[in-house]
């Protein structure tokens, strides 16, 4: 008996300072252009602050900044990422997201030991397609901050 190809990975890609990135579509709710975003004090410098979508409050997350990657020069193709993940809405300020793509589980690696650190623990792994490699994120450690949820909760 032969044994069943595992499915692909279907991700959003997305670019950060030349770099592309990818996110599971199971945990993206939307992709938004660039809004204004309402600053939050005493909050972490890679929160922005807080949009109103469609009633709804969303912390945003600079994603450069939380990567260390430097500041955002925000352009008409930047875009804010909506995900959700463990009850927990919020928002990620990418350069630009343009693609769907399905992975093929045999392309995906483990997380390389030599990646930076400062990086190395929002990395899930890499995803090898011909003339493209894929940083697969982790959620969970992106958004693994307490402080996000006082964020989201008004607190």
Do not use: C, W
Not at 15 to 33: D, M, P
Not at 62 to 90: Q, W
């Amino acid at each position: 008996m032969k044994k069943a190809a595992a499915p692909d990975r279907k991700v959003i890609v997305f670019q950060l300072s030349g770099k592309e990135y990818s996110i599971s579509v199971e945990q993206v709710t939307a992709i938004e252009k660039m809004q204004h975003i309402t600053r939050v004090p005493n909050v972490p410098a890679f929160i922005k602050g807080v949009i109103n979508l469609r009633g709804v409050i969303i912390p945003i997350i600079d994603l450069k900044r939380r990567f260390d990657l430097g500041d955002a020069d925000y352009t008409h193709s930047t875009r804010i990422i909506i995900v959700s993940f463990n009850e927990l809405e919020v928002g990620f300020i990418v350069d630009s997201a343009n693609d769907v793509l399905d992975i093929p589980e045999s392309a995906i690696e483990p997380r390389p030991d030599s990646v930076g650190t400062s990086e190395a623990e929002y990395i899930n792994g890499v995803a090898n397609l011909e003339s493209r490699l894929l940083i697969l994120l982790s959620m969970e450690n992106i958004l693994k901050t307490a402080i996000l949820r006082n964020v989201d909760h008004g607190a």
